[in-house]
């Protein structure tokens, strides 16, 4: 959160959800769907190897800390909030990248949450495939389906399908509605602001890359993120996930505004710095403006921190509408 005080205000909102949902208990064997295929539950997992930083911080929310083993694909350049390195304190990294085969079977695994392009690869060593044979299901994270089905503009969907699922998985139903229940109702409150702005300003995410940067398209999550926030991504037309683009049509879509991912061996102000001396880019608004707004990996990858992102996002696009006192 941005403060303290909002912090303390989404712990009590949480908490007051949580008691007043139903308790409601999950029935196995469970069918859950995943990107294409049903995936079938005996019982609730209780070994789980999870992949990355956004599908670990989903677990730890729904409060499965115990049901975690091992995790993989954390780097030292993937900012993450403290709170995370402090729950998973005596839990093993099994790797630092993609996990193999041989390290799931290791550790007698029972789930792998993980997604395409992010702990696994189309054609790659670990997949559903793959894993099938040696009895370790795994479930995918929904936003990366667009790699490998027909995939439509991200939304929020993506993130509550997710936590739905996995909260029929383990059978903690009551902790993933209360979740959702949080996320829909910041979310709503944000687009009803920002929905009262006399226009959308554009916003390019800019990630990395120096020939070529490295942003999303409108089937990643940062789509959803822009769209919330009553903004418009400049490469909504492109039908891909992250992807590559050329500086020139950076240039021709000319942004108002631009995102910055906060990961990598440079922080988010060298790649500022760089942007602002780009010859190329001198004609652009945001830069010729220096509207620059930083997010974390753990807020553009699909996660409960998205609703910080559309937050900040909205704040920056509109803050004449989210300026204190504003009505």
């Known amino acids: 959160m941005d403060n303290p005080t909002m912090s303390a205000r989404f712990l009590i909102a949480l908490i007051t959800l949580l008691l007043a949902l139903p308790a409601t208990a999950s029935e196995y064997p469970l069918n859950v769907r995943?990107?294409?295929?049903?995936?079938?539950?005996?019982?609730a997992p209780k070994r789980?190897?999870?992949h990355d930083v956004n599908m670990t911080a989903m677990?730890?929310?729904?409060?499965?800390?115990?049901?975690?083993?091992?995790?993989?694909?954390?780097?030292?350049?993937?900012?993450?909030?403290?709170?995370?390195?402090?729950a998973l304190e005596g839990v093993p990294q099994l790797a630092s990248r993609y996990p193999s085969i041989e390290t799931l079977l290791a550790v007698d695994a029972d789930l792998f949450f993980a997604g395409w392009n992010y702990g696994m690869h189309v054609g790659g060593a670990v997949t559903p495939a793959t894993l099938a044979p040696?009895?370790?299901?795994?479930?995918?994270l929904s936003e990366s389906c667009a790699w490998v089905m027909s995939g439509?503009?991200?939304?929020?969907?993506?993130?509550?399908?997710?936590?739905?699922?996995?909260?029929?998985?383990?059978?903690?139903?009551?902790?993933?509605?209360?979740l959702i229940g949080q996320m829909r109702q910041r979310i709503a409150g944000v687009q009803a602001r920002a929905g009262q702005a006399q226009h959308r300003p554009r916003v390019f995410l800019y990630d990395s890359g120096e020939d070529r940067p490295l942003t999303s398209g409108r089937l990643g999550m940062p789509q959803a993120l822009i769209d919330a926030a009553g903004g418009v991504n400049v490469m909504d037309d492109v039908a891909a996930s992250w992807t590559q683009v050329n500086w020139e049509s950076v240039v021709e879509r000319d942004p108002d505004v631009i995102l910055i991912v906060d990961y990598g061996p440079r922080t988010w102000q060298q790649k500022r710095d760089f942007l602002l001396h780009q010859p190329a880019l001198k004609d652009v608004r945001a830069i010729r403006e220096q509207r620059f707004v930083p997010l974390t990996y753990l807020q553009v990858t699909p996660s409960v921190e998205n609703v910080e992102a559309v937050e900040k996002i909205a704040r920056a696009l509109h803050p004449e509408l989210f300026a204190a006192g504003a009505p």
């Open 134 to 140: 040696f009895g370790v299901p795994v479930y995918e």
């Open 152 to 178: 439509q503009r991200a939304s929020f969907d993506d993130v509550y399908r997710d936590l739905d699922n996995l909260g029929r998985m383990f059978d903690h139903q009551r902790q993933a509605q209360a």
């Open 34 to 43: 995943s990107c294409e295929r049903l995936v079938t539950f005996s019982k």
């Open 59 to 86: 677990l730890l929310h729904l409060g499965l800390r115990d049901s975690i083993i091992g995790y993989t694909g954390f780097t030292r350049s993937k900012h993450r909030d403290p709170w995370i390195d402090a």
């Open 48 to 50: 789980v190897v999870v």
